[in-house]
């Protein structure tokens, strides 16, 4: 029993790790691809399946370990792609176990649909409603002439009698060609413009075609039997792949279709596939994507010149922004191969010889250049493209040449439908030592920095020396060498035998990437000094007080300095120089307003410090009057009333009260006023805890804290009844104190319509037979007034 446990724990662990890696791989590939879907963000549901082959692990039910997973993928990817909550697990040969899982994607479709639903022309859904219901034409000829499908489709109008077009157009070849490509654009047919041909049967092109052709390529072996066809390199000779294409027609179950290895070749080529190189030992198809690598096998690159010491070297690296979420998926590559390839070959731009590829490798002999680029195979989130030219070419001739002729083709080629559109490309900058040694990819990781990164640390290097007064601004023409010594430290890498070293960074920047940050630089410089002349004049306009022969001489220098800036050209040459004397005249003119600035805040200090001293003063002496008065006329309380609920006498909330003035006349009439309330309390508590728990006796007498005696409860209880019924207290010839008393709140408190505002509670009446005694009324708030009338039991007022 403990082996087993111990093989179910291991099997637990190890599935979690693969099902985490594989999930993870889709749903970068997901996220890289996500525009292609539309305006909306990819719906993706997990789903476990071979459910029925887990019970020997007894865990059938038990999958913790994926809703982990899938919870900690939601979060990262959550901007990226919707990944549903949970996940469906599975027998897929049980109909009755996949049926919640397909009722749940049709769901989604139908919501999308609603949300969104495309509305395509009337004459094309009726056109591909005829392509689905696979007439015989379309059965027996899964691939068409382009001729043949316009005539095919022309037919198909008349049948149809779509009434969409005048009978003089419906024949025209250009309308015919534009409804053609509109069933090509919504997936009904595949339309190859190169070759014109047209095919009519997408699931034979998808299914029966490419998916069966990767199938037996993955599993091909060359009729001698040595060895499998595994071509590291990604080249088949024709022969080799007319085998193949003959085995996808056998294994094709449609035995009356007959189709041309010729219409075979140029569909794979249409689809950019593969691309075809004649040689003299027989014609091959470079097709990377469909049949296996084989064993991968570490290539060591060299360059295919001769060793000399007048090349140059440098190279650039395109990765993904964010290498977290997104990668180039492992097909961008050799499309891209195939692509750039055939654009270049229908320029005239190279020759078969001058462009070779391999897998993951492309070799470039272009305009004196020698160009290798080379894909990330592993990780797929980079594209390197070393360059290696003669020392007769200018680098930044070289470097612009690469950027505008080939990086910026692959990022073209990576934002299009067929490439990566979800994948923002940055550009590095890769140590030009290892271009020159051709240093292994795995050893380039730290040898790389952002170009932006580097321009960022240049530019502060430059304000900051500026600042300093390290250098002079570059007179004339000059390119500014004196401003521009900023070194970029590459790391050791002892297993490339790369030391550490230094280098400028304009010998890795283009010349103009640096002048954009002179520029930049200058204008900064230019507009703070038309600030700080700003600053001057409204000097003159505010400081008319200060010493007149100083704003005098102020005025002179301002005016010197807006003259000069005026006559200053920016085409000017010598601008940068003139630029360089007047900030040196104007830092002595701000250090002399700084300082007349200086001696202003001070005297302003002293000011301001004599109105804070007074404003204390003056605070004390009324605070001072206040109390004296408080004591002559007296002290400002404000007074609370309680919601009278039969239930639970409680404090209203966020009731304004009413402010009172406690004299020597009143304080003992609110005095006794308190001490009643207190009784009444004290002889509600007394009898609910005697009532309900019979221990009357716990609660203390009233003496026993100096409330007086019994005989003002009594006053207390009568006058509370009397109030509530008859509105005002008679006079008591028991205590002339409850008269004077009643007299004062009487007085003291607002109209009854203004109650309701200060102590927010409303006068209400209870229904005859609710209470004991014959009219009852009370001061309630608006929760107990609610609940009163729910339960029908009184009325307000």
Not at 308 to 313: A, F, G
Not at 414 to 428: D, H, K, Q
Not at 681 to 710: C, N, R
Not at 754 to 774: C, D, H, Q, R, T
Request: include cysteine; charge should be neutral.
């Amino acid at each position: 029993m403990k082996d087993d446990q111990h093989q179910q724990l291991e099997m637990k662990e190890d599935l979690e790790e693969a099902f985490g890696k594989e999930l993870e791989t889709w749903l970068r590939f997901i996220a890289s691809n996500y525009p292609i879907t539309g305006t909306f963000l990819p719906e993706v549901l997990v789903v476990i399946t071979h459910r029925d082959r887990m019970k020997k692990y007894k865990m059938k039910e038990s999958c913790d370990w994926a809703a982990r997973k899938v919870k900690c993928f939601r979060g990262i990817y959550e901007k990226a792609l919707k990944l549903h909550e949970g996940f469906f697990y599975v027998d897929a040969q049980d109909v009755k176990e996949a049926k919640p899982f397909v009722e749940r994607v049709f769901q989604l479709f139908s919501d999308m649909l609603q949300n969104k639903s495309p509305q395509a022309p009337s004459i094309c859904s009726k056109l591909i409603s005829k392509i689905l219901n696979r007439p015989r034409e379309v059965i027996s000829h899964p691939v068409w002439q382009m001729g043949e499908f316009l005539t095919f489709v022309s037919k198909s109008l008349e049948a149809l009698d779509a009434g969409c077009f005048a009978p003089e157009v419906k024949n025209e070849r250009r309308v015919l060609e534009a409804l053609s490509l509109y069933m090509h654009d919504v997936g009904s047919i595949f339309v190859l413009p190169h070759c014109q041909l047209v095919v009519v049967d997408i699931n034979w092109l998808t299914h029966k075609f490419l998916g069966t052709l990767i199938s037996e390529g993955h599993g091909f072996e060359v009729k001698s039997g040595t060895r499998s066809y595994s071509s590291p390199d990604g080249f088949m000779s024709k022969l080799d792949l007319d085998n193949i294409l003959t085995s996808v027609r056998c294994s094709n179950h449609r035995k009356n279709i007959t189709i041309e290895s010729q219409v075979l070749h140029d569909l794979l080529v249409s689809l950019d596939l593969c691309y075809q190189v004649e040689s003299i030992k027989g014609d091959r198809f470079f097709i990377p994507t469909i049949f296996q690598r084989g064993e991968i096998q570490k290539e060591n690159l060299s360059w295919q010149t001769t060793e000399s010491s007048d090349w140059q070297h440098f190279g650039y690296r395109l990765l993904c922004e964010s290498r977290d979420t997104s990668s180039l998926t492992s097909v961008v590559f050799p499309r891209f191969q195939i692509r750039f390839r055939k654009e270049m070959m229908e320029r005239g731009e190279i020759s078969d010889k001058s462009y070779d590829c391999q897998r993951d490798l492309i070799r470039l002999d272009w305009n004196g250049y020698f160009i290798i680029v080379e894909n990330d195979g592993v990780a797929g989130d980079h594209v390197d493209f070393l360059v290696r030219f003669s020392k007769s070419k200018q680098q930044q001739e070289a470097m612009s040449f690469l950027k505008e002729r080939i990086l910026k083709t692959f990022r073209t080629f990576c934002a299009s439908p067929e490439g990566c559109r979800g994948v923002t490309l940055v550009t590095a900058i890769i140590r030009p030592e290892c271009v020159q040694k051709l240093i292994a990819r795995e050893y380039r990781e730290d040898q790389v920095i952002l170009e932006k990164e580097l321009k960022k640390r240049l530019r502060e290097d430059m304000e900051k020396k500026l600042h300093q007064k390290e250098i002079t601004w570059p007179a004339g023409n000059e390119r500014g060498e004196s401003i521009l010594t900023y070194e970029h430290t590459w790391p050791q890498m002892v297993e490339a035998e790369l030391r550490k070293c230094c280098q400028r960074a304009v010998e890795l920047l283009e010349e103009k990437d640096v002048s954009e940050i002179l520029d930049a630089l200058q204008e900064r410089r230019v507009a703070n000094c038309q600030r700080v002349c700003e600053v001057l004049k409204q000097l003159d306009d505010h400081l008319q007080d200060t010493g007149k022969e100083d704003i005098k001489g102020l005025n002179l220098n301002r005016l010197k300095i807006d003259s000069e800036l005026i006559h200053l050209d920016d085409g000017d040459g010598r601008l940068p120089k003139a630029m360089e004397r007047r900030f040196d005249k104007l830092d002595n003119n701000v250090q002399r307003v700084h300082h007349q600035l200086q001696e202003i805040f001070v005297a302003l200090s002293q000011q301001l410090q004599k109105i804070f001293d007074l404003q204390t003063a003056t605070r004390a002496t009324l605070l001072s009057v206040i109390s004296k008065i408080d004591m002559m006329i007296g002290t400002p309380v404000r007074l609370h009333l309680m919601c009278e609920s039969r239930l639970e006498p409680h404090i209203v909330e966020d009731q304004p009260g009413l402010k009172l003035i406690i004299g020597n006349q009143n304080k003992e009439l609110l005095r006794w006023i308190l001490v009643n309330s207190t009784r009444v309390f004290w002889f509600l508590l007394k009898a609910g805890v005697q009532v309900t728990l019979g221990a009357g006796s716990v609660i203390p007498e009233l003496a026993d804290h100096s409330l007086g005696s019994k005989a003002g409860l009594v006053l207390a209880d009568m006058t509370l009844d009397k109030l509530k019924r008859l509105g005002s207290l008679p006079v008591m010839e028991e205590s002339q104190m409850a008269e004077e008393m009643w007299m004062f709140l009487k007085n003291q408190l607002p109209p009854e319509k203004k109650i309701s505002s200060s102590f927010k509670l409303y006068l209400v009446k209870y229904n005859p037979g609710m209470v004991a005694v014959e009219e009852s009324y009370a001061w309630l708030c608006e929760k107990c007034i609610e609940k009163g009338k729910k339960n029908n039991v009184l009325k307000v007022l």
